[in-house]
């Protein structure tokens, strides 16, 4: 399975916003991206009924991390099903805390997308 991380760095003004979609500094997982590669090929299971029908493809979520490094309002912006969507979420939900993106050196919400690639042997 492969994983993506989806966002934009750039520089803007601090404006108040409820979450940023673009930050200077973007959100990260602790480690970085090998870590978070590792720890969802670690946790992340193919569902038997995408197994049984042969499901394969690309479930991107996006999501919020706060400005404290929590995930919140986790969505789904392209999914396959068979169980699949679900999973992605689950392993998501479980990866702890991230490092939160800031802007001009302050952290705020900045909302991020992860590509989850479901591939069959």
């Known amino acids: 399975m492969k994983t993506n991380i989806y966002n ?14 673009k930050a200077y500094k973007i959100p990260r997982y602790p480690g970085g991206h090998v870590a978070l590669f590792k720890y969802f090929d670690k946790h992340l299971d193919y569902p038997k009924q995408a197994k ?16 404290t490094g929590e995930i919140k309002a986790i969505s ?10 679900e999973e992605a979420i689950k392993v998501l939900k479980k990866s702890g805390k991230w490092i ?13 997308g992860v590509s989850f690639e479901f591939k069959l042997k």
């Open 8 to 21: 934009t760095a750039i520089e803007e003004p601090i404006k108040k916003k409820a979450f940023y979609t």
């Open 52 to 67: 049984k029908n042969k499901i394969e493809g690309n479930v991107l979520l996006k999501f919020i991390v706060t400005k």
């Open 76 to 85: 789904i912006a392209k999914g396959i099903g068979a169980g699949c969507d």
């Open 100 to 112: 939160p993106g800031k802007i001009k050196g302050e952290a705020v919400d900045v909302m991020i």
